[in-house]
T-cell receptor, first 109, second 115 residues
Framework: DAKTTQPNSMESNEEEPVHLPCNHS???????IHWYRQLPSQGPEYVIH???SNVNNRMASLAIAEDRKSSTLILHRATLRDAAVYYC??????????FGKGTRLSVIA | DAGVTQSPTHLIKTRGQQVTLRCSPK?????VSWYQQALGQGPQFIFQ???????QRGNFPDRFSGHQFPNYSSELNVNALLLGDSALYLC??????????????FGEGSRLTVL
């Protein structure tokens, strides 16, 4: 399994963009980069995933470095509801998700 | 469309007892995975069930066992409970092929406290 490094915590003001970094220097060529988040008292929920190109969906954008050794999850306008622990997970095929400790995002009103 | 449902939501057991946790997957999903989440940690993979068989297993002892029923629902059993088994147990479902995004859908979990 590829090892990931994420900041323990980050803070953002409401309605400002947030950039959550993740280093995954040992990622394999077949690993997609998945992001999940876990809101308080809930199970994790899928946010976004990508392989090489930058990806956008209704929740967030994912920017992947050209060498694929790092990626950044971008929340364009943070809301109070975005306060959660965010996990970056390299994953190949149907292999189990391997969670690290993630980044705890706090959003200030 | 109901998502993943788990029961019970909370329970308290004593050391040495046995516990059974239940999970109903999201409609249309045939694969169920179980995760254990200790306080302050990320979830850790226990095992995955598909077609009523255990397909993949994480680094957990044999005290942890499971079952999947023909309707795709699943149970997690833990025998000879230890204090260290206190955790949030999460069930996740997916179509085996991974669907469009390969995402897993998680329930809200069953919080087990062992005294």
């Amino acid at each position: 399994d590829a090892k990931t490094t994420q900041p323990n915590s980050m803070e953002s003001n409401e309605e400002e963009p947030v950039h959550l970094p993740c280093n995954h220097s040992t990622i394999s060529g077949t690993d997609y980069i998945h992001w999940y988040r876990q809101l308080p008292s809930q199970g994790p929920e899928y946010v976004i995933h990508g392989l090489t190109s930058n990806v956008n969906n209704r929740m967030a954008s994912l920017a992947i470095a050209e060498d694929r050794k790092s990626s950044t999850l971008i929340l364009h306008r943070a809301t109070l509801r975005d306060a959660a622990v965010y996990y970056c997970i390299p994953r190949s095929g149907n292999t189990p998700l391997v969670f690290g400790k993630g980044t705890r995002l706090s959003v200030i009103a | 469309d109901a998502g993943v449902t788990q029961s019970p939501t909370h329970l308290i057991k004593t050391r040495g007892q046995q516990v059974t946790l239940r999970c109903s997957p999201k409609s249309g999903h045939d694969t169920v995975s179980w995760y254990q989440q200790a306080l302050g940690q990320g979830p850790q993979f226990i095992f995955q069930y598909y077609e009523e068989e255990e397909r993949q297993r994480g680094n957990f002892p044999d005290r942890f066992s499971g079952h999947q029923f023909p309707n795709y629902s699943s149970e997690l059993n833990v025998n000879a409970l230890l204090l260290g088994d206190s955790a949030l147990y999460l069930c996740a479902s997916s179509p085996l092929a991974g669907g469009v995004t390969g995402e897993l859908f998680f329930g809200e979990g069953s919080r087990l406290t062992v005294l």
